[in-house]
């Protein structure tokens, strides 16, 4: 299975907002409500933001949304701070207990 | 707290093979599945495979199939991931990662590296 497409790079500055997409197909984002999100800093292990969907763990602020339609999900960061500058990475189910995830998008926060 | 503690980093050269560990701290072991997700230097999210260590059973992406084999110790709530035959490609950082909710995954562990290198 190929990994699910996001863009490599986007930015913003602070305050603004930017919206991250992650495009899969029929038989993983498109198939499941199953789309998770994920923050990595440099060195760090990845960080828990958002799961089915649009859910918020707790303690994620609600900056942070995710949505979806058909086979593209999406983050949104709302409100943009420079400590929102990470890697983030998609990840959907895609059936048969496999999970996929995307190719990861550095924010840069301007 | 809950926290998933690593082995340490491992060297080894092609046709080997690794066992990577990570020990739960702070919740009920079996009640939770975990996962494994590789990432290269440089390079995105890989995931491997789940167990769950309950009743030990395994999924693995295709990928690995057939070089990878996860296995757990309930008596000291550590999962293993030993992989086979391994090549340069399989130089990364290999993380445990809990499933919270279906196929997303709240802790981590803190990563261990294999590196692979004749």
């Known amino acids: 299975q190929s990994a699910l497409t996001q863009p490599p790079s986007a930015s913003g500055s602070p305050g603004q907002s930017v919206t991250i997409s992650c495009t899969g197909t029929?038989?993983?984002?498109?198939?499941?409500?199953?789309v998770s999100w994920y923050q990595q800093y440099p060195g760090k292990a990845p960080k828990f933001l958002i799961y089915?969907?649009?859910k918020r763990p707790s303690g994620v602020p609600d900056r942070f949304s995710g949505s979806k339609s058909g086979n593209t999900a999406s983050l949104t960061v709302s409100g943009l701070q420079a400590e929102d500058e990470a890697d983030y990475y998609c990840s959907s189910y895609a059936g048969n207990d496999n999970v996929i995830f995307g190719g990861g998008t550095k924010l840069t926060v301007l | 707290q809950v926290q998933l503690v690593q082995s340490g980093a491992e060297v080894k050269k092609p046709g080997a093979s690794v066992m990577v560990s990570c020990k739960a701290f702070?919740?009920?072991?079996?009640?939770?599945?975990m996962h494994w997700v590789r990432q290269a230097p440089g390079q995105g999210l890989e995931w491997m495979g789940v167990i769950n260590p309950s009743g030990a059973t395994t999924y693995y992406a295709q990928e690995f199939q057939g070089r990878v084999t996860m296995t757990r110790d309930t008596s000291t709530s550590t999962v293993y991931m030993d992989l086979s035959s391994l090549r340069s490609e399989d130089t990364a950082l290999y993380y445990c990662a809990r499933e919270i909710q279906p196929h997303a995954f709240d802790f981590w562990g803190q990563g261990t590296m294999v590196a692979v290198s004749s």
């Open positions: 029929s038989s993983d984002i498109g198939g499941y409500d199953y």
């Open positions: 702070g919740y009920t072991f079996t009640s939770y599945y």
């Open positions: 089915e969907v649009n």
